[in-house]
């Protein structure tokens, strides 16, 4: 789904939200109940492509794991109601990229237990930043590698990677909400909105 640059979200009056995040938001761009129901067709197409593989789930934390928790939920209730049963096991690992609203040059890879299990694996790795993390995965030779991330964010760098599924395409704008966070904050916050200019001066470290 591509949410288009003049796109004008939605108000925030049309929402319920946390009260202590009031004066710190532009608008809406993706409300909860859509992000669900995406994240439903995604398990699906999931379910279709991964056939009867065993898959190893590696969560890219912070701000991928509401969206790996409701991508893996729902993998979990279609395997239940289909022929097919799909094992999973779940792993996760950190990616630090960010200081403040400022993408940093350097990642950092923290937390994860031992990669080399993934040797032979079927791999669904969650997450918004990827490629540092898929070079280190395909050291010990998975069985498949297919990456979903609930956002692509169109931006002007040439060599921007794409996931193999992701729900939605967005600007290139600066989001907060469903565990994507401003400094540790908005993770609290289910609907995908836009900070405002006040939100990060309040929260800047």
Known sequence: IQISDNWPGYSLDLF???QHYYGDLEYVL???GIIVDRTERLAKDIMQDIGD????VLCVLKGGYKFCADLVEHI????????RFISMKVDFVRLKSYHNDQSMQDMQIMGGDDLSKLTGKDIVGTGRTMKVLL??????KPKMIKVASL???RTSQPDGYRPD???FEIPDLFVVGYALDYNEHFRDLNHICVINDHGKTKYRV
């Open 16 to 18: 319920t939200y946390p």
């Open 30 to 32: 993706i409300p909860h």
């Open 53 to 56: 593989n065993d898959i190893v």
């Open 76 to 83: 979990k209730n279609l395997s239940r109601n289909s022929e």
């Open 135 to 140: 070079n280190n995965i395909e050291k010990y």
């Open 151 to 153: 956002l692509v964010k």
């Open 165 to 167: 599924y992701y729900g």
